[in-house]
């Protein structure tokens, strides 16, 4: 974090509150994908007794860095504090220690209820189309998936059905040896840097 941010934290004091701090917070986490509205700006300047958003804007880059590093990195409840410097004044650095330890479980389970889950595939099977049809020449493979959801909006499963020509197939399957080589070599390279086992007597 820029080193002249920090300097902007002194104006959460002129809150009247802890409440103020907590919902200037909750309010940065609410509108992270969208940014603060013009009513939420309005209110948070009232709260902090700001004439404009020239004042405003800097802590609010602040606050956010910090949430996001709060939340979004491995960071325990008791290594928050580590996360200001000490020119940080200790009234202020155990007020947002005490707030981020409040609602960093709960804003990582909203994160990871964000995370696009895809499904895994639970089964294939295949069969051979048109080969009783005289209006298609060409055969084609019908393949069939059933795909696993484990997303927690929409568990469950469904299935998948679709046809390949054999140039199709033929393009597919080199693809799918391309990525097949690629996990072979990441497996060496990791066996390379893994701790080899000893045998002992």
Request: proline share 4%.
């Amino acid at each position: 974090m820029e080193q002249t941010l920090w300097g902007h934290l002194p104006l959460l004091v002129r809150s009247n509150s802890k409440e103020s701090v907590e919902y200037i917070l909750q309010a940065l986490w609410r509108t992270r994908k969208t940014g603060l509205d013009a009513a939420d700006r309005h209110v948070i300047r009232d709260i902090l007794q700001l004439q404009n958003d020239s004042d405003l804007d800097p802590l609010l880059v602040c606050l956010r860095t910090l949430i996001r590093r709060c939340v979004y990195e491995n960071i325990s409840k008791d290594e928050i504090q580590k996360l200001f410097p000490s020119e940080v004044l200790p009234e202020l650095q155990r007020l947002l220690t005490l707030l981020l330890q409040k609602f960093q479980k709960e804003w990582r389970e909203e994160v990871l209820k964000d995370q696009v889950v895809l499904p895994r595939l639970k089964a294939m099977t295949w069969d051979m189309g048109n080969h009783e049809s005289t209006e298609v020449a060409d055969p084609v493979a019908v393949i069939n998936l059933k795909l696993q959801n484990d997303a927690k909006s929409q568990p469950g499963e469904s299935d998948v059905k679709f046809r390949l020509a054999k140039d199709t197939l033929d393009t597919m399957l080199r693809s799918m040896y391309c990525i097949r080589d690629q996990l072979s070599n990441m497996d060496e390279t990791s066996n390379l840097h893994s701790p080899q086992e000893t045998n002992t007597v």
